[in-house]
């Protein structure tokens, strides 16, 4: 039989044995194998879920995905990323606790990213499709200048080459530190998503967990179909802000996928697991 002690940060599991040199050396770390589902508060093997697409294998909880992960979820192997090599200037020289130039720096060491975006071409089946999907782990998937541009290059992309364009929405909305800048790429986008439109070529938006702000008002509620995953948190501003504004109690759940769906802001919601099948279905009929 083994325990566990908490030792620098991380379990160890000590073998009942005595914590002899040949014990330590058969001690297994454990730090990051488990995760705790905030869904069902059971705890997961880590490998499990990722096999698993990151949904709880128990409760079927969505776990927030990041955009190289969503692009392979989707597309066919093969897929090849474009529109890259854009990098924030800066525009405003801004500073709050940190400079703005500091927080670029330290999410694109986390996530490898120039910023909470990234475009892909590949197939979907049998659609040649781009693909252009957000990363909520780049300061929370806020919307400034690159981001903007680079769903605009993608809208542009999918018009020129006449291929569906499915955009995967996570975010919090614009990003404050561009200020008026971040605000200018929802006219840009929705301009871009116009002129896709005149053009006939489909538009598909996934609404992922959390989608609100900025990026809800503009691309994320154009698509010709909106689809979201279970449980996903959609709006504008926070329950607290409306309530205080209406002065009214708001329904539980109110900015979730499925009371949204109920209300006829979606067209559908979709568990991760199907969401390729279900895209691949839809357009078919959006091109037959």
Known sequence: MSWFKRENGEYESIPSGGDSAE?????VRTEGLWVKCSGCREVIWKADLEANHSVCPKCQHHFRMGARQRIGLLLDPGYEFVDGGLRSTDPL?????????????????????????????GRMGTHQVVVSAMEYGFIGGSMGAVVGETIARAADRARLE?????VVAASGGARMMEGV??????????????????????Y??????????????SFAMLGDLNIAEPGALIGFAGPRVIEQTIRQKLPDGFQRAEFLLEKGFLDAVVPR????????????????
């Not at 999410?107 to 490898?112: I, S």
């Not at 598909?204 to 008002?217: E, M, Q, R």
Request: net charge positive.
């Open 181 to 202: 800048v971040s605000l200018l790429q929802m006219a840009k986008i929705s301009t871009a998503l116009a002129q896709l439109d005149s053009a006939r070529v489909p």
């Open 23 to 27: 014990a330590a050396e058969r001690r």
């Open 162 to 166: 006449r291929n569906p364009l499915i």
């Open 273 to 288: 697991n199907e969401m390729k099948n279900y895209l691949v279905r839809a357009l078919e009929f959006m091109k037959s």
């Open 204 to 217: 598909i938006c996934v609404l992922t967990d959390p989608t609100t702000g900025g990026v809800t008002a």
């Open 93 to 121: 020289d801004f500073t709050d606790i940190k400079s703005y130039k500091a927080r670029l720096r330290k999410a694109q060491e986390e996530t490898g990213l120039n910023d909470a975006i990234l475009n892909a071409v």
